[in-house]
């Protein structure tokens, strides 16, 4: 009992990594804390130095990270910041010089005590690897996502989970449908996995394909099962978490999973999961919410859906699920709702009749980009065919009457008129494939500054209902045109520089200056947008149809400009990250979530955006030297 | 006069001792035999930080409660040897009690009196002591030595509300200086040392050790480097 002890444990719990270690673990370390003094200007290591034996944490003051041969600031520590972190990486030299920017304390633990918590403690070596990974270089990134994906989600739970993971009832293929039926009757399940005879998974029967294909008449009663199966039978891993499951049933819209040992057919079943499991493991299930918006057409009964998708989107980010599932889902709903919005409008206006092949109702800006977790304002057009013996005019006032309806609708769905009026409803972005095609092509081959300004919107047009042939008829036309688009190009690569990174020479937050949102850090200007332009700009250079999600640009990219991937992963991954904190934030402070106040993050929050500006500058760099700007400017 | 002979004799400390020592005095007292050498840095002397808290401030009634100690050496603060005692039987005072609150065990705890004055002596060994407002504790620690038929506490002393008085008022003009400003709270405010785990020894030896670093720096910068430089 030493009340010393207490006052350094009761510092240290507040700061990660400290905050995820147990109590008993940090009160010993707490324990064995050295305690230093540094007055301003003196040194704490220089580099080059010998490792010590100890890493640091600031208790009171600010040390400077720096690279004094180059004479540049790599990092400013603040109470709470860890560094020196070379000796647990079993490096004999430090790389930076640490410098006490003002008279400082310094707790200094010794490496003997942390390395045994770090291969026990996922998040303690997460968040030490994050820190290295932010301050010094990025060999270690590789090695934040594999501990990410393996353990940073302790929450994500697994099929183990669910209710009673069922053992799957089978068959040989040679038993006929009448002997299946009673089989499967006999033991109260509404599915049979066809096995051959080594008990490898070769079909699947569902009660559904009994009722259809049997009771309908198509089949006869003694015939083999293996007529009515459905082959192959989609298998997981039983790794696999429910997240990933949903995900599957949701885009293959099956109703079964089958658990084979190594999630391929090529063994043996050891479960099976049906969507029905998985509406009881979860009350709010997005695959719920997308069949109630599918049978609603009133926009007060949408609203509402949405509502639940807010909570449900609070539920998994709170839960650190993974945001290329997230988004997946979300974007979903999204089209979703749009689409009874448009249904429900075809309904409503009795003097046009539409035909969904005849027009595409296009998504724009965050949207089209699939990256619209929370609601925002509409961005969105039509592209529509000209009709037959009718004006133009006339075809014009058909769609514009179908927009109007439509952006109401979804007003009162929750997503807000869009101030700019890029909506369909505006007679500018309600256009026939030929004036859309005009459009374009005066943006590209004659650009202005307010083109560029509109094309990183509308570049990244998504189809959410009717024809797809307008859409790639679109695409096609902006890629034929593309090459001869140099000062186009060059345009949209120097509005994607026109945001450097946000950090400060004291690596602080770069926030608002004045207005409403003085001292706040604008998350969606600063950081998303640089990152999202640079994925825009690279994709259209390389002529990548059909890609629109800002991480799957990136990820395309690492695939196809190899000697960069590092840098569009990173940026992949930041991109993610950014989105999940916007959304964060919109939904606990109920708006936009695009202003963030850089003090009420935590330290890991802060490390983790700190980390997610990088790439930036990298993605800069590539543009610069793709464009060869530093000639031009 | 030195500061620090001036402080030692007021406390007594020069009196020689004329009985035979007890043998849990002797370790410590063979600690002072060899000559210390006067030139050496400050920053390299080693220091043992203290504080106690007592029942009262009457030297004659009044018992030691607690006692805390932290060492700073290498200008290194090491948690693991500080120290923290209890006197078995005695009330936790209304100081203490607050911050203790939480921390402190049910059922009756600490050491017998003697055993904490033998873990003491061995804790402060031939180490310059530090306190602030140190010669009350000084007085008391003295007092129970003798109550154990031993000599005073032989080593040198700093006081961390002198030595701040001495670097606001280089003149010594000392007449100037208000004492409220050099309470243990008043120094933390003004360096920015969050007080914390106040008011128990342990806690209050800790702050004053964090003061102490800062005090040194500041002598440091004006010149004062050496142990004999405090003399002047």
Redesign the interface.
């Known amino acids: ?8 444990n ?2 240290l719990k507040d700061f990660p990594p400290f905050t995820y270690m147990d109590k008993e673990t940090l009160f010993t370390i ?8 540094f ?1 301003k200007g ?1 040194f704490i290591y220089k580099e080059k130095e010998a490792t010590h034996e100890f890493i640091y944490v600031v208790n ?1 003051g600010a040390v400077s990270i720096s690279n004094t041969e180059k004479g540049y600031l790599v990092e400013s520590c603040d109470e709470g910041d860890l560094f020196g972190l070379r000796p647990l990486l079993a490096d004999s030299a430090y790389v930076f010089t640490a410098q006490a920017a003002e ?1 400082s ?1 310094i707790f ?1 633990i010794h490496v003997s005590y942390l390395k045994p918590i770090l291969k026990t403690n996922p998040k303690v070596a997460l968040y030490v690897a994050s820190v290295f990974a932010g301050t010094l270089e990025k060999r270690m990134h590789s090695n934040v996502s594999s501990l990410n994906a393996a353990s940073f989600d302790p929450s994500l739970a697994g099929i183990e989970n669910l209710q009673d993971l069922k053992v799957p009832v089978t068959c040989d293929p040679h038993s006929t449908v009448h002997e299946v039926a009673q089989l499967m009757t006999a033991k109260n399940v509404n599915s049979i996995i066809v096995v051959d005879v080594n008990g490898l998974p070769i079909g699947i029967v569902t009660d559904k394909d009994l009722r259809e294909k049997v009771v309908a008449g198509k089949v006869k009663k003694k015939a083999a099962i293996s007529v009515v199966m459905n082959s192959p039978v989609y298998c997981m891993k039983p790794s696999v978490t429910v997240a990933e499951l949903q995900i599957q049933i949701i885009r293959r819209k099956i109703s079964h999973v089958l658990i084979t040992e190594d999630g391929t057919v090529e063994t043996r079943p050891v479960g099976i999961v049906t969507n029905q499991d998985l509406v009881l493991a979860e009350s709010n299930n997005p695959a719920i919410i997308i069949k109630q918006i599918r049978k609603t057409r009133n926009p007060g009964a949408l609203r509402h859906l949405r509502d639940v998708t807010d909570k449900l989107l609070t539920y998994y980010l709170d839960r650190e699920i993974s945001i290329d599932y997230l988004t997946e889902i979300i974007s979903e709903i999204n089209d979703q709702i749009i689409k009874a919005c448009i249904r429900a409008s075809f309904d409503e206006i009795a003097q046009y009749q539409y035909n969904e092949d005849d027009f595409t109702w296009i998504a724009l800006g965050s949207q089209g980009r699939k990256e619209q977790l929370i609601r925002t304002d509409q961005d969105n057009g039509i592209i529509y065919k000209e009709e037959e013996g009718k004006s133009p005019e006339e075809t014009k006032l058909k769609y514009l009457t179908l927009a109007k309806l439509v952006t109401q609708k979804l007003a009162v769905v929750g997503y807000e008129l869009c101030p700019a009026d890029m909506m369909a409803s505006n007679p500018k972005w309600c256009m026939s494939i030929e004036e859309w095609k005009q459009t374009f092509g005066l943006w590209i081959l004659e650009p202005g500054q307010e083109e560029i300004l509109h094309t990183s919107i509308f570049l990244d047009y998504r189809k959410i209902i009717g024809s797809p042939d307008l859409t790639a008829e679109l695409t096609e036309y902006i890629f034929s045109i593309i090459d001869r688009a140099t000062g186009f190009l060059n345009l949209l690569a120097k509005s994607a520089l026109l945001n450097p990174p946000p950090l400060t020479f004291f690596r602080n937050f770069v926030v608002e200056r004045n207005g409403e949102h003085k001292d706040a850090f604008d998350i969606k200007q600063r950081a998303m947008l640089p990152l999202a332009d640079a994925a825009r700009l690279l994709v259209l250079v390389r002529k990548v149809p059909k890609l629109n999600n800002t991480p799957e640009r990136f990820r395309k990219l690492a695939e196809i400009d190899a000697p960069n991937k590092d840098v569009y992963l990173m940026a992949a991954e930041s991109y993610e990250v950014l989105m999940r904190f916007k959304a964060k934030t919109g939904l606990a402070t109920q708006s936009s979530g695009r202003y963030i106040n850089p003090n009420q993050l935590d330290k890991f929050q802060r490390v983790l955006l700190r980390n997610c500006f990088e790439p930036i500058n990298d993605l800069q760099q590539i543009i610069k030297l793709r464009f060869q700007f530093s000639t031009i400017i | 006069m030195s500061l620090i002979k001036k402080i030692s004799e007021r406390l007594g400390f020069s009196q020689e001792p004329k009985l035979p020592v007890p043998d849990f005095y002797k370790p410590y007292m063979a600690l002072f035999e060899k000559k210390e050498d006067e030139n050496t840095l400050l920053s390299k002397a080693e220091y043992a930080i203290i504080d106690s808290e007592a029942t009262g401030l009457d030297l004659e009634k009044d018992e030691i409660i607690s006692i ?1 100690g ?1 060492t700073l050496i290498n ?6 040897q ?3 005692f ?1 006197i078995k039987g005695r009330k936790i005072s209304d100081r203490e009690a607050p ?2 609150h939480g ?3 049910d059922q009756p ?1 600490g050491m017998d009196e003697f055993s904490a004055l033998e873990a003491l002596i061995n804790f402060i060994g031939n180490k310059i002591i530090v306190g602030h407002y140190i010669g009350f504790d000084l007085k008391m620690i003295n007092l129970l030595l003798k109550k154990y038929g031993a000599p005073p506490l032989k080593n040198k002393v700093l006081d961390t509300a002198e030595l701040t008085k001495r670097l606001d008022f280089p003149l010594r003009n000392y007449q100037f200086a208000v004492n409220k400003e050099y309470t243990l709270d008043a120094l933390c405010a003004r ?4 007080p ?2 106040r008011h ?1 020894a ?2 209050d ?2 702050i004053t ?2 003061l102490f ?2 005090l ?3 002598l ?2 004006k010149g004062i480097s050496q142990v004999k430089d405090l003399k002047r």
């Open positions: 009992m030493n009340e010393i002890i207490h006052r350094v009761d510092f707490s324990g064995k804390v050295i305690v230093k003094f007055a003196e009171k008279d304390i200094a | 805390g932290v200008q290194s603060i090491d948690i693991s500080s120290i923290s209890y911050a203790l921390i402190l065990p705890f360096y920015g040392v969050i914390k785990a128990t342990a806690g030896a800790y050790a964090i670093q800062k040194l720096s500041d440091d910068k």
